[in-house]
């Protein structure tokens, strides 16, 4: 590839990228086949922290909920949007306790309680991390259409494809929206904060 067709390389790229994430948050928030009403995302679950207490989808009422799905052997997008998050309930300030925030885990073989309350130690200790059995997890990952799968590795190991959108949930645990961390921190509090 000379140096004339690389920068029209790079932007092509970019830009199936994006249409790409266009796609999936136009079909989250139920913009395909005519429907107008906002799509059915999330319901019923039963998941353990990483202190092992129990979470359910009641534990989302009464406040505005933040949601990211992961897994602890992430080598990127997952560490960087922890850490986003974890930016975004220091700028909270005291308000940060009036939000729920979870990082559910897709990746329950790997992910225990144990592993997740280690990894965590890393970011804002409002965020809670929620793991559980192969069937819990499947049922929270159905609930909130996130696409996620086991990718062999070379060595034997696997690694995870998932969906790496930030899901916002209001006092009702209702989807509102994929939530922006794409911004300033102060920006995506002030956001947030409106919700509470």
């Given at each position: 590839m000379d140096s004339t067709t690389r920068p029209l390389a790079v932007i092509a790229a970019f830009a199936a990228s994006l249409a790409v994430g266009l796609?999936?948050?136009?079909?989250?928030?139920?913009?395909?086949?005519?429907?107008?009403?906002?799509?059915?995302?999330?319901g019923p679950f039963q998941l353990t922290d990483q202190s092992g207490q129990t979470v359910t989808d009641k534990n989302l009422l009464g406040k505005p909920t933040i949601i990211f799905f992961g897994f602890t052997h992430c080598p990127d997008v997952c560490p960087t949007s922890l850490f986003e998050i974890s930016e975004v309930l220091r700028a909270m300030g005291p308000d940060a306790g009036k939000v729920n925030a979870y990082f559910i885990s897709v990746d329950p073989e790997r992910d225990t309680t144990a592993a997740m309350k280690d990894y965590l130690s890393s970011f804002d200790p409002t965020l809670k991390g929620l793991t559980g059995t192969p069937e819990e997890i499947?049922?929270?990952?159905?609930?909130?259409?996130?696409?996620?799968?086991?990718?062999?590795?070379?060595?034997?190991?696997?690694?995870?494809?998932?969906?790496?959108?930030?899901?916002?949930?209001?006092r009702n645990g209702k989807f509102v929206r994929p939530f922006?961390?794409?911004?300033?921190?102060?920006?995506s509090a002030a956001d947030l904060k409106r919700y509470l």
């Amino acid at each position: 590839m000379d140096s004339t067709t690389r920068p029209l390389a790079v932007i092509a790229a970019f830009a199936a990228s994006l249409a790409v994430g266009l796609l999936v948050t136009f079909w989250l928030i139920g913009g395909f086949g005519g429907v107008t009403k906002p799509a059915a995302i999330g319901g019923p679950f039963q998941l353990t922290d990483q202190s092992g207490q129990t979470v359910t989808d009641k534990n989302l009422l009464g406040k505005p909920t933040i949601i990211f799905f992961g897994f602890t052997h992430c080598p990127d997008v997952c560490p960087t949007s922890l850490f986003e998050i974890s930016e975004v309930l220091r700028a909270m300030g005291p308000d940060a306790g009036k939000v729920n925030a979870y990082f559910i885990s897709v990746d329950p073989e790997r992910d225990t309680t144990a592993a997740m309350k280690d990894y965590l130690s890393s970011f804002d200790p409002t965020l809670k991390g929620l793991t559980g059995t192969p069937e819990e997890i499947a049922k929270v990952i159905s609930a909130y259409r996130v696409y996620a799968k086991k990718v062999p590795l070379k060595d034997g190991d696997y690694t995870m494809d998932h969906t790496a959108l930030i899901y916002l949930m209001d006092r009702n645990g209702k989807f509102v929206r994929p939530f922006d961390l794409k911004r300033k921190p102060e920006e995506s509090a002030a956001d947030l904060k409106r919700y509470l």
